[in-house]
């Protein structure tokens, strides 16, 4: 297939807005409830899916099986989580679906497309911020944009403009050792949400941050989403964090790891920091952690 064809393709793939079902989402909806197929969270064609994907690793001799067949996906501007414990095979995933690794079993597929094992098909925001130390911030996301075909030029006046934006303006020309860690994670946010990828990949952005820092970027991010909606799966151990950011949960759990369940957050947007007093997010909250505490008892 030339290029062309292959763009042509996928932009009538993206045309399914008109509620036809697109490939894989038969495959998708066995694992998906009915609430979410009726349009309550949107309805609308599946821009990510895994679908049924395992994973086995070998660790000290003996096989490591980490993921079992799981399925979920993301729709055009929707924010996903997925929440689970530590250990459970999120990054593994997240390293499926960038095409680091090939999964055992399963398929990863782009609005439709069979993508298992091709690289540099998402937008990656790591637990890390994973800057270059001699590049500046501007530099920093100016280069990650020239990588995936922008034009140098254009590169570098998005940067400028962008860090304009949010605020940091002042910060384009230093380097990221002269940043705060909250500082670093809004470059490294940027530069995921500049890369031209439909969907952004969060894991555990804001896990080594401390506590208030994590809650002042959780605002900042929603405030970006909210303005942009891009499409983004985020990967995260916090239950409250999941909650507040996210339309859906797939809550992750046992070993090997399965999709325990998906659940829609009936919390209206914008979402407020404060949502965690109302009395959905309470019972939310307890649901998911009885639901975890039961794939630990399986463990036993
Ligand atoms: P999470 O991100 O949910 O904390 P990971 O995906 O990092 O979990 O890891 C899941 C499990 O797979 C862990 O037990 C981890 O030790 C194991 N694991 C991850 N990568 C490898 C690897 N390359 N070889 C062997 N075991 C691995
Ligand atoms: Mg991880």
Redesign the pocket.
């Given at each position: 297939m030339t290029e062309r064809e292959d763009r042509t393709e996928h932009a009538l793939r993206m045309g399914h807005a008109d509620g036809t079902e697109p490939p894989g989402a038969a495959n998708l909806a066995e694992q998906t409830d009915a609430a979410a197929r009726t349009g309550e969270t949107g309805g609308g064609a599946w821009l990510l899916e895994t679908v049924a994907v395992s994973k086995r690793?070998?660790?000290d001799g003996r096989p490591?099986h980490?993921l079992d067949r799981v399925t979920l996906g993301v729709r055009e501007g929707e924010f996903v989580s997925i929440v689970?414990?530590?250990?459970?095979?999120?990054?593994?995933?997240f390293r499926l679906i960038g095409g680091v690794e090939r999964p055992d079993e399963g398929r990863i597929r782009i609005a439709g497309r069979d993508v298992t094992g091709r690289r540099g098909l998402i937008s990656y925001m790591p637990q890390q911020p994973s800057l270059f130390p001699w590049l500046t911030v501007r530099q920093n996301i100016a280069s990650a944009l020239a990588i995936a075909g922008i034009d140098r030029k254009k590169a570098a006046a998005l940067a400028t403009e962008w860090l304009e934006r949010i605020g940091m303006g002042d910060t384009a020309g230093a380097y990221p050792d002269e940043l705060s860690g909250g500082m670093k994670q809004r470059v490294s946010f940027l530069r995921a949400l500049l890369v031209p990828r439909d969907v952004m990949c969060l894991?555990?952005p804001f896990a080594a941050l401390d506590a208030l820092t994590r809650t002042r970027m959780q605002a900042w991010l929603l405030k970006q989403w909210e303005a942009h909606r891009r499409a983004v799966l985020l990967?995260t151990?916090s239950i409250e964090e999941a909650i507040l950011l996210s339309d859906r949960i797939y809550v992750l759990g046992g070993a090997p790891a399965t999709v325990l369940r998906e659940i829609p957050v009936p919390l209206p947007r914008p979402r407020r920091p404060d949502m965690w007093n109302e009395p959905a997010f309470g019972r939310l909250r307890e649901d998911i952690l009885t639901l975890l505490g039961r794939s630990g008892e399986r463990d036993d």
């Open positions: 690793y070998v660790r490591l980490v689970g414990p530590s250990g459970s095979g999120k990054s593994t995933l894991d555990e990967v151990h």
